[in-house]
């Protein structure tokens, strides 16, 4: 998989690039089950879809930091482009602080599907979305962004996919609303090769300040 060319979607570059994820921490620790990151529970999936109601969608504008209180995530945001081969570009993995949004894509809070990605661990521990498998429905995301405006996501689901079956056009489609899309690893994991899939936070767009 890692050695083809993909298309410029969002939905097949953030793919490509999550799933080099390798959980590297767990490999050099030799850490075992009850280490890993915590996963959403079977079925989250099926609710995916947005609820009715939500916000009005702001204009573009770029965000600045992704907050998530009920995991304690406060976290700067990158933007990430494409590389040479047309994958999603990953942060810094010695940053296991930072995360990244894709920013050929939607700016989170506009009408559409805004990308945010971030690692699971690192070599030394968890980063930044290490437990984003712990969120639940009516969780707040939060994205404060370069305009002054803070636009606030109501989390709907919390699903975790294997890489061989992965939704591309329900995590990755267009959509009519202001949604937000939260990805890390996660999954079954492998030592030889590593996490074998990825969670998927699925939010909308419900407030502003």
Do not use: K
């Not at 920013?103 to 945010?116: E, F, L």
């Not at 591309?168 to 959509?175: A, C, H, T």
């Not at 990805?183 to 419900?206: D, M």
Request: hydrophobic fraction near 40%.
């Amino acid at each position: 998989m890692h050695g083809e060319r993909r298309s410029r979607r969002p939905g097949r570059t953030v793919l490509v690039a999550l799933a080099a994820c390798t959980g590297l921490w767990l490999v050099v620790t030799g850490s075992t089950e009850q280490v890993r990151p915590p996963l959403p529970p079977a079925g989250e999936a099926e609710a995916a879809g947005v609820p009715a109601g939500g916000a009005e969608p702001l204009p573009g504008s770029p965000p600045l930091r992704i907050r998530i209180p009920s995991i304690e995530v406060d976290a700067p945001l990158t933007g990430l482009g494409l590389d040479a081969e047309g994958r999603l570009e990953v942060p810094p993995p010695a940053r296991r602080d930072l995360a990244g949004w894709y920013r050929d894509g939607t700016t989170p809070g506009s009408v559409g599907t805004a990308i945010v990605a971030g690692h699971v661990d690192h070599a030394t521990g968890p980063a930044v979305f290490y437990r984003l498998g712990a969120l639940r429905r009516g969780a707040t995301i939060e994205i404060p962004r370069a305009d002054g405006r803070t636009a606030v996501f109501t989390v709907h689901a919390v699903a975790v996919f294997p890489a061989s079956r992965f939704p591309d056009r329900l995590v990755y489609g267009p959509s009519p609303h202001a949604e937000l899309r939260v990805i890390t690893c996660g999954g079954a994991f492998s030592p030889r090769t590593g996490y074998q899939g990825n969670v998927v936070v699925f939010a909308h767009l419900t407030g502003t300040r």
